[in-house]
């Protein structure tokens, strides 16, 4: 069983930012993908981002691109999510996830149900 701990998130401005971290040990090898997901209640989880062990290569969802900015420290086997420019539509609750991928795509952000290994989510909220 995948652990997958999460860290970070709290109360913010907009325009500020936040910093999330998801630490589990599979993220070391190098055909994981660690992703972030996000949902407020009575709406579907939409992924925002998620950084490949193997290259380090980012992915990131439209309504985050040039916001937000995935990072790793394998050696740590640690992923983390820089949130910038926060604004109010960015509060949710966030939940890190990970998925064994040889062919890894922003795609994957689109289908949550895939992703078998799930955080116990961090609340991030935004005021205006």
């Known amino acids: 069983q995948v652990r997958l701990v999460e860290s970070g998130g709290g109360s913010v401005q907009a325009g500020g930012s936040l910093t999330l971290s998801c630490a589990h040990p599979?993220?070391?090898?190098?055909?994981?993908?660690t992703g972030w997901f996000r949902q407020v209640p009575g709406k579907e989880r939409e992924g925002v981002a998620a950084i490949y062990a193997g290259t380090g290569m980012g992915f990131y969802s439209d309504s985050v691109q040039g916001r937000f900015i995935v990072s790793q420290d394998k050696s740590k086997g640690t992923a983390t999510l820089h949130m910038n420019s926060l604004q109010p539509g960015d509060t949710a609750m966030y939940y890190c996830?990970?998925?064994?991928?040889?062919?890894?795509?922003?795609?994957?952000?689109?289908?949550?149900?895939?992703?078998?290994?799930w955080g116990q989510g961090t609340q991030v909220t935004v005021s205006s």
């Open positions: 599979d993220h070391t090898y190098s055909s994981i993908l």
């Open positions: 996830a990970a998925i064994v991928s040889s062919r890894p795509s922003t795609d994957l952000l689109t289908k949550p149900t895939l992703w078998p290994y």
